[in-house]
């Protein structure tokens, strides 16, 4: 069984800054990608950011030069660095990973529980 448990969280003022954490559990023989995504109330998912295993890294232009993604391969755990926060940036925000499971042969995509943003005016 494969889980994405996030942490990080919560209510900040407009122009402070939150880390997100995403850790990655269970019996897994290889992570490729991870990701951010997040869902505003009323609105589609989206992509916030991803970073491949080697560390490549795209964000979504509404936050690009304050956020940044960032990955430990040896704790199986991604990160989001969120800095400069407006109030547009409140949403549910999502982890998502690709894992390839021992015995499989194709990597399955996985989601976290979601963790809420809420930034303040």
């Known amino acids: 069984q494969v889980q994405l448990v996030e942490s990080g969280g919560g209510l900040v003022q407009a122009g402070g800054s939150l880390r997100l954490s995403c850790a990655a559990s269970?019996?897994?023989?290889?992570?490729?990608?991870m990701g951010w995504y997040r869902q505003a109330p009323g609105k589609e998912r989206e992509l916030v950011g991803s970073?491949?295993?080697?560390?490549?890294?795209r964000y979504a232009d509404s936050v690009k030069g304050r956020f940044t993604i960032s990955r430990d391969n040896a704790k199986n755990t991604v990160y989001l660095q969120m800095n400069s926060l407006k109030p547009e940036d409140t949403a549910v925000y999502y982890c998502?990973?690709?894992?390839?499971?021992?015995?499989?042969?194709?990597?399955?995509?996985?989601w976290g529980q979601g963790t809420q943003v809420t930034v303040s005016s």
């Open positions: 998502n990973a690709d894992i390839r499971k021992h015995g499989d042969y194709v990597g399955h995509n996985y």
């Open positions: 269970g019996s897994m023989f290889s992570i490729n990608a």
């Open positions: 970073i491949t295993s080697g560390g490549s890294t």
